[in-house]
């Protein structure tokens, strides 16, 4: 048994979800991390709402902390504008469904982000951020100040998750109007693609899987007792970003914006469809 074998297994106790998944994906990073032998190495995973990608991130991170070495996971959402930001941004598009509630582009903190990520990259102290989704009854805020996670310490690892990471600005004629807003605001976030030295995207085999994903997701928080949304609320929810879905994944696995890029599809039980390669 390999020694990253044993301390995911450690930090996760499902063998054939280790042995199919999260080993074969992990070893292809060690991978990558060898080659570029960059330290802080910043990696991004970008998946669906309620795939799994952070629990994947987790996982590894505890893995590898295991191992003797220094990892930390960073999420997008830990960027999100603050409540009274969101409310501000909604009043300003009134009849536009993506600016509505916290999601995709416009409504996070870009240069915020940037700041944090390019602190870790240097291997300088930073705080970062934190975000509490069941603050004002599920509509999320930032946390204080004082609840940001202190980082001391250059890590061998940085990850950098979110749904929309690597998401690019697309030509109008390849989406819906209805994106069309928000498609100018990507722009901006091309300073958070330049900081990855690699890229993962997890794909659904099928768009309806993200809503079903994200229901459960919702459901589990709530039996943590979380302030969250309810199944119908969770739904209404998620449907909006499908046609983000429809426009951005298709294009980001025909010219991905970071090499090395490993493209992942996932079933509706959140594993691998076909055997994950570790080159």
């Known amino acids: 048994m390999t020694t990253l074998r044993s301390a995911l297994l450690q930090a996760v106790d499902d063998e054939p979800r280790v042995d199919r998944y999260y080993l074969p994906l992990a070893e292809w990073i060690e991978a990558q991390r060898k080659a570029k032998a960059k330290k802080p190495f910043v990696l991004g995973i970008s998946g669906p709402q309620g795939s799994g990608k952070t629990t994947f991130a987790e996982a590894y991170v505890r893995a590898l902390e295991a191992l003797g070495q220094k990892a930390l996971d960073v999420s997008t959402d830990d960027f999100y504008l603050t409540r009274k930001e969101q409310i501000e941004l909604t009043r300003k598009h009134p009849h536009d469904p993506l600016f509505e509630v ?4 416009g409504t996070h903190d870009v240069d915020l982000g940037a700041h944090v990520l390019g602190s870790l990259s240097r291997g300088a102290p930073t705080k970062v951020p934190r975000y509490d989704k069941s603050a004002n009854d599920g509509q999320g805020d930032r946390a204080p100040e004082s609840k940001w996670l ?3 310490e250059v890590q061998d690892l940085v990850v ?4 929309q990471l690597g998401f690019s600005t697309l030509p109008k ?3 819906d109007e209805e994106l069309w807003l ?3 605001e990507l722009a901006a976030y091309e300073v958070w693609t330049k900081k990855l030295d690699a890229l993962i995207l ?3 085999q099928e768009l309806d899987f993200i809503v079903e994903w994200r229901v459960d997701s919702e459901r589990k928080r709530r039996e943590k007792g979380e302030t969250t949304m309810n199944e119908a609320d969770a739904q209404r929810y998620i449907t909006r970003f499908l046609p983000v879905y429809r426009a951005y994944v298709p294009a980001l696995v025909e010219d991905p914006p970071v090499e090395p890029f490993k493209h992942v599809v996932l079933g509706k039980d959140r ?3 076909t055997p994950i390669s570790k080159t």
């Open 102 to 105: 916290r999601g995709f582009a």
């Open 150 to 152: 202190a980082v001391n």
């Open 160 to 163: 950098f998750e979110g749904w």
């Open 173 to 175: 004629h390849r989406m």
């Open 182 to 184: 928000a498609n100018d």
């Open 202 to 204: 997890l794909e659904a």
């Open 271 to 273: 594993n691998p469809v």
